[in-house]
């Protein structure tokens, strides 16, 4: 079974802008100062979005345009902080939060607004 191109594609954000609709994948790379991010419309039923942080200078918000449920906003305060999205025709559902942090007290430092 071929899967469409936006399976296998990643970028990687350095600055504030729009996340791409056209790949799975979102690298969050941001340098010393606070960054913002916009994750519009899906394409499609059923598209997933992967968003993880890998550099973290300062916060790092993803304003989000319609979810499923009250959340609009993800702010990312650490490198490993990850949300996984599915559109559902009509929003996006946030399906999980990930951290990649060990160690003890690991409850996460995502802040949803």
Not at 76 to 100: D, H, P
Request: charged letters at 5%; one cysteine or more.
């Amino acid at each position: 079974m071929l899967l469409p191109h936006q399976y296998n594609s990643v970028e990687t954000l350095t600055a504030t802008g729009t996340i791409s609709q056209s790949t799975s994948v979102t690298l969050l790379a941001t340098g010393g100062s606070a960054a913002t991010y916009t994750l519009g419309t899906g394409t499609r039923q059923g598209q997933m979005k992967i968003i993880i942080c890998t550099a973290l200078g300062a916060t790092t918000t993803v304003a989000i345009g319609a979810t499923v449920g009250a959340a609009a906003n993800v702010v990312f305060q650490a490198v490993g902080e990850s949300i996984t999205c599915m559109w559902t025709g009509t929003a996006w559902a946030i399906l999980s939060f990930g951290r990649g942090a060990t160690g003890s007290n690991i409850v996460g430092t995502q802040d949803i607004t």
